[in-house]
Structure formats: C-alpha cells, structure tokens
C-alpha cells in the first residue's frame, strides 16, 4: 500500500518562503507530484520530481529524497492568491495516492 | 480542447436512489481515475482505467461500479446511494504514469440525503 504525511495546516505572510513537507510509505515509487486546489476547484498540477534534487518552476520549487522518502514543495515571495491546499502525491502501480492536504493561509 | 469534462455539477439523491456521473476526455488518454474527496480530505481512489476495456478498484470501490467501453468515457455508477456517498467526485485522465500531471474535470458535488 502507499500512504502519505503532510502537515495539515501552514501559515505565512504574504512575500514570504513557506515549505511544506512529505514524507510517504510506497511500493513501486515512480515519482513525486504537487497539486495546488483552492477552494471549490479542482487539483491542478504544479510539479513533479522522479530524481532526488530540487526541480524548480518559477516562485515554486520542489525537491525528493527517495534514500529518506521525503519531499518538499517550495513557494517563494508568496501572494494571497497561493492560499489554497496543497497535496503531494505519489506514482506506483498505475495510479496517484495523494496525501491528505495542507491548507496554506497566507495572511498580510 | 475541452480538456476533461464531467456532468452533472451538482445533484441530490435520496437514500436508495441510483445515478451515474458521467466523464469524458478529449485528449486520447489511456489513463482516467475517479476519486471522491470529502470535506476538507484529501483524494481517495475509487476507481482506474488503464485503457479501454480495463478497468481495476482504487482504495474505496465499495458501492460503486465502472466502465470504460471507449477511450474517450468513463462513467461512474452509483447504486443504491447512501449518505456515506456523499462528497465531491472528481476525474482526472493523464497520457502517461511517468512524469505527466492528471488533469482533473471541475468535479460532480453529490448529496444524498
């Protein structure tokens, strides 16, 4: 089976860095994914890691550590509009298990 | 490109009642998923397809019933509604597991009361 822990709530201020953590548990790991959802919206896409590192995209960044099984999403200079939740999830066997989220507020 | 789509956008049904939510994508993707998300959940898996005529149960099958006789559809059958069924549905098809984002339809809010 896969499961996932992230932190279910972060609060920053607005023009920080804020990191939100994954740690998962996974047979057959292909890779890490983070999905931004506001409110009433769908998860849209924002990264994906297969390779231990940091891949960076734009104020966002993301790293994995497949040795530690442990991820991290990024967001740099953040706005009010990056408050929404935030879900890792991870790629084995055909299909995506995701975490259960971390709501971002990001206060002025 | 339409990208994903699913009908209906909302719907209530009485305990017993039955319906099915209806996906489809216009990207010739093999790959589509149901997931159901409840308030202020994370995802769960409900069911997959990796192709047309394949079809396999995610982490929370009980209850609900697939197909998929095109590449294009994927509806969802829900028999026998409970309340416990309520919840917002989403689908979501990629082209490939590796290293491609699942695009997600805007999601089907469903009571059952």
């Known amino acids: 089976g896969q499961s996932l822990e992230q932190p279910s709530e972060v609060t920053a201020v607005e023009g920080a860095i804020v990191q939100i953590n994954c740690t998962y548990q996974?047979?057959?790991?292909?890779?890490l994914s983070w999905y931004q959802q506001h409110d009433g919206g769908a998860p849209t896409f924002l990264s994906y890691?297969?390779?231990?590192g940091l891949e960076e995209t734009g104020r966002f960044s993301s790293f994995l550590s497949r040795s530690d099984s442990y991820g991290y999403l990024l967001l740099q200079e953040l706005q009010m509009k990056d408050s929404a939740s935030y879900f890792c999830?991870?790629?084995?066997?055909?299909?995506?298990?995701f975490g259960t989220g971390t709501q971002l507020k990001v206060e002025l | 490109n339409a990208g994903v789509t699913q009908t209906p956008k909302f719907r209530i049904l009485k305990i017993g009642q039955s319906m099915t939510l209806q996906c489809t994508q216009d990207?010739?993707?093999?790959?589509m998923y149901w997931y159901r998300q409840d308030p202020g959940m994370g995802l769960k898996l409900i069911y997959y397809?990796?192709?047309?005529?394949?079809?396999d149960k995610g982490e929370v099958p009980n209850g609900y019933n697939v197909s998929r006789s095109t590449t294009e559809d994927f509806p969802l059958r829900l028999e026998l509604a409970a309340p416990s069924q309520t919840s917002v549905y989403f689908c979501?098809?990629?082209?490939?597991?590796?290293?491609?984002?699942?695009?997600f339809g805007n999601g089907t809010r469903l009571t059952v009361t």
């Open positions: 979501a098809s990629t082209g490939q597991i590796y290293n491609s984002p699942l695009h």
């Open positions: 996974t047979s057959g790991f292909y890779g």
């Open positions: 890691n297969a390779l231990d």
């Open positions: 999830a991870v790629g084995g066997g055909n299909k995506l298990t």
């Open positions: 990207m010739n993707h093999n790959y």
């Open positions: 397809s990796v192709g047309a005529g394949i079809t």
